[in-house]
């Protein structure tokens, strides 16, 4: 069985503060995909980054980041000089193989509250 | 990617009645997801829709209270029956990205039921 752990519920930081978003999985298959969406107030998903199993290197795009450890199962996301903009609720997601019509499992989400 | 058009995006419905929801992909897709987040809580998939065959329905869904519909590949719908204040919900479809390894979201209906 699948399972994604956010342990922060809630993240309050103040504007142009960095601050990083715990996820740590769980999965039995060696391949496998990690996700991170963004869900802003309106509602939508949306997709910010996907990291397969066999590549552990970081990424950075502008003001995010992430690092995969598969040591300890751990695919953390770090925002840069925060934003009010910045403000949602951040998912981590796992998924198996998708091509053999594995779903995303999801974590409990960590809602980032940045302020002026 | 593929967009995906989702409606309504959200409603207030009376206990008792039934919603249909309708998800509408730009390009063909062999799976469909449909998930319920709760307020406050993390999502949960419903069900996977494939085209011409029953849809799958996770543990604690079931087909007479959620039925799913997939008429062809590029739309399906969602019905919420019978719905009660619990149904109150976030419902958000889903398929997989065109490169097979992403997984691309509607915008979400927003579900309130009084």
């Known amino acids: 069985a699948q399972k994604v752990t956010q342990a922060q519920t809630e993240i309050s930081v103040v504007e142009k503060e960095d601050v990083t978003l715990d996820c740590v999985y769980e999965?039995?298959?060696?391949?496998?995909?990690l996700f991170w969406y963004k869900q802003p107030p309106s509602g939508e998903l949306v997709f910010l980054i996907r990291?397969?199993?066999?590549?552990?290197q970081n990424e950075i795009s502008g003001r995010y980041s992430w690092n995969f450890q598969k040591s300890t199962s751990s695919f953390n996301f770090t925002i840069t000089a925060s934003q009010v903009v910045d403000s949602a609720v951040y998912f981590c997601?796992?998924?198996?193989?998708?091509?053999?019509?594995?779903?995303?499992?999801f974590g409990g989400g960590t809602r980032l509250m940045v302020k002026p | 990617s593929a967009v995906i058009s989702q409606k309504p995006s959200r409603d207030i419905c009376q206990r008792g009645t039934s919603l249909t929801i309708q998800c509408q992909v730009d390009?063909?897709?062999?799976?469909m997801f449909w998930y319920r987040q709760q307020p406050g809580q993390s999502l949960t998939l419903i069900a996977t829709?494939?085209?011409?065959?029953?849809?799958?329905?996770e543990s604690g869904f079931v087909i007479d209270k959620f039925p799913i519909s997939r008429p062809n590949l590029t739309f399906s719908t969602l019905t919420v029956s019978n719905m009660s204040p619990e149904d109150s919900s976030i419902y958000l479809c889903?398929?997989?990205?065109?490169?097979?390894?992403?997984?691309?979201f509607g915008s979400g209906t927003r579900l309130t039921v009084v």
């Open positions: 889903s398929v997989r990205q065109g490169d097979g390894f992403g997984y691309t």
């Open positions: 999965t039995r298959d060696t391949t496998y995909y």
């Open positions: 990291r397969n199993s066999f590549d552990e």
């Open positions: 997601a796992l998924s198996a193989d998708p091509n053999a019509g594995n779903m995303l499992t």
């Open positions: 390009s063909q897709v062999t799976m």
């Open positions: 829709a494939n085209q011409g065959s029953e849809a799958t329905y």
